[in-house]
């Protein structure tokens, strides 16, 4: 086939109605004070993995609750990815709704990366 | 004895009016509609306690039993000039002006004309009066108070979306303010809905979210921990109907970076406070309007319930947008400087 340089872009919306809440209501489940977040950035501030690489923190976060969890899964969308986490737990002590960060850390790696 | 006429039987005209009858003054109380109160009594609960609006209302309706005080309900006042603008010749006793309500003269006069709530029409990219399923926070209270809250279909909703800031906060609806009390009133609503129908989802697409009063930041909070309500940062751009009757938004959640989209039983307008139509035709005749066509006081930080027209004074939500308790308590203060100007 001959190749014209063309590609299909994949839509970067966010799609609400085809979203899969399933994983997000185990994760409600298992870290009640998920739902608890103002999106401040505090634990996104003070982590110390996000000192040295781009991992976010509160945007991994966001993207679970609009449940984008291929973007959290996937290798490619680097700043999101759960492995740079150290578990250090300073998100937990700044974080001023009492969101347990440290907890859904690891509950998202395991409904994700098994 | 001085002739005093109230503008308004809402709370702050109420609340004035009761404490000058208490102080043995005589005040002639002029609403235009058949009822006072109508902007309580079509409420079903209070932020930020719940407490049920219609004891509200009766408690504040109470205070109207006194000799003092003449009720005209069904009377508009259309006209308010002052002897100086008029240039008719009565003067009281003081030589101080006499003011003209509609064609009866009085001495002294207190606008508590209050507000109307903005006309969602006015942005019509939201679809308001175009597809069914968008209403305003004053129709969506309704169905709260009747126990009633159905899609257009008129089925129980599955999801709900309240959009904060429609008609405030808006250079394109020409109101740069904030109305102040719309979140606080979403994240309310939002808590009836949950409680009323648990399995319906709740998104409150928002700004800012402004919980300045006391108990309000409280009231979000609950509204996340024990509800379950949704938050999103983002203003929903347009909205669309979809062939089943209801509405399809676009907003960015502005926390991700992302467009998002998501199709919705019902779209509600938390619409904003702007001035009356009593407001803006009244403040206008008197000289003493303000931005936005609300009444200007003489002065924000001491003389706030004083206008610059002597005789005159000001309370409530005519001056800019006020929750209850601010507009009793405005009441009050009215009351008392014109006590002290007698």
């Known amino acids: 086939m001959i190749n014209f340089g063309y590609k299909i872009s994949t839509p970067r919306s966010i799609d609400m109605d085809s979203a899969d809440s399933r994983l997000y209501c185990q994760l409600v489940e298992a870290v009640p004070s998920y739902r608890y977040c103002i999106g401040c950035g505090g634990c996104t501030a003070t982590c110390s993995a996000g000192q040295f690489t781009d991992f976010n923190i509160r945007k991994a976060h966001f993207l679970f609750s609009r449940r984008q969890y291929d973007k959290l899964a996937s290798d490619t969308f680097t700043d999101t990815d759960l492995n740079k986490c150290m578990l250090c737990g300073k998100c937990s002590l700044v974080c001023p709704r009492g969101v347990n960060t440290r907890g859904l850390i690891l509950q998202m790696r395991k409904l994700l990366l098994k | 004895m001085k002739k005093i006429a109230i503008l308004g039987a809402g709370p702050a005209g109420i609340e004035a009016a009761a404490v000058l009858a208490a102080n043995n003054c005589p005040v002639t109380l002029f609403e235009k509609e058949a009822q006072p109160l109508c902007n309580i009594t079509d409420k079903a609960f209070l932020f930020p306690n719940f407490a049920d609006a219609n004891e509200v209302a009766a408690s504040l309706r109470a205070k109207l039993d006194n000799p003092n005080i003449t009720l005209r309900c069904s009377t508009e006042v259309t006209q308010l000039t002052p002897s100086y603008i008029a240039g008719f010749q009565e003067e009281s006793l003081t030589g101080t002006p006499v003011w003209k309500v509609n064609e009866e003269l009085y001495d002294i006069v207190l606008l508590a004309t209050g507000y109307t709530p903005f006309d969602a029409h006015r942005k019509e ?77 709740a998104y409150v697409f928002y700004m800012d979210l402004r919980m300045w009063g006391q108990g309000f930041e409280e009231m979000y909070r609950t509204a996340q921990q024990e509800y379950g309500v949704s938050f999103v940062r983002g203003r929903i751009s347009e909205a669309g109907g979809t062939f089943d009757g209801r509405v399809q938004i676009k907003a960015e959640d502005t926390l ?61 939500a005519c001056k800019r947008p006020m929750t209850l308790t601010d507009s009793v308590n405005d009441g009050r203060s009215a009351a008392y400087e014109i006590l002290t100007s007698l």
């Open chain 2, 125 to 201: 990219e939201l679809g308001y009066g175009i597809y069914p399923g968008v209403h305003t926070s004053l129709e969506m209270e309704k169905m709260i108070k009747e126990g009633n809250i159905v899609n257009s279909l008129g089925e129980k909703p599955k999801r709900i979306v309240f959009l904060q800031c429609v008609g405030s906060r808006d250079e394109k609806s020409g109101n740069h303010y904030c109305s102040k009390l719309c979140c606080v009133t979403a994240v309310k609503q939002a808590i009836e809905v949950k409680k009323q129908l648990p399995d319906c989802e």
């Open chain 2, 256 to 316: 991700l970076g992302r467009p998002l989209k998501m199709t919705s039983d019902l779209l509600v307008l938390m619409v904003g406070m702007e001035a009356s139509k009593g407001t803006r035709e009244l403040a206008t005749q008197c000289r003493i309007c303000g931005e936005y066509g609300f009444a200007q006081s003489k002065d924000p930080h001491l003389h706030d319930c004083q206008s610059e027209a002597p005789g005159l004074f000001v309370a409530g």
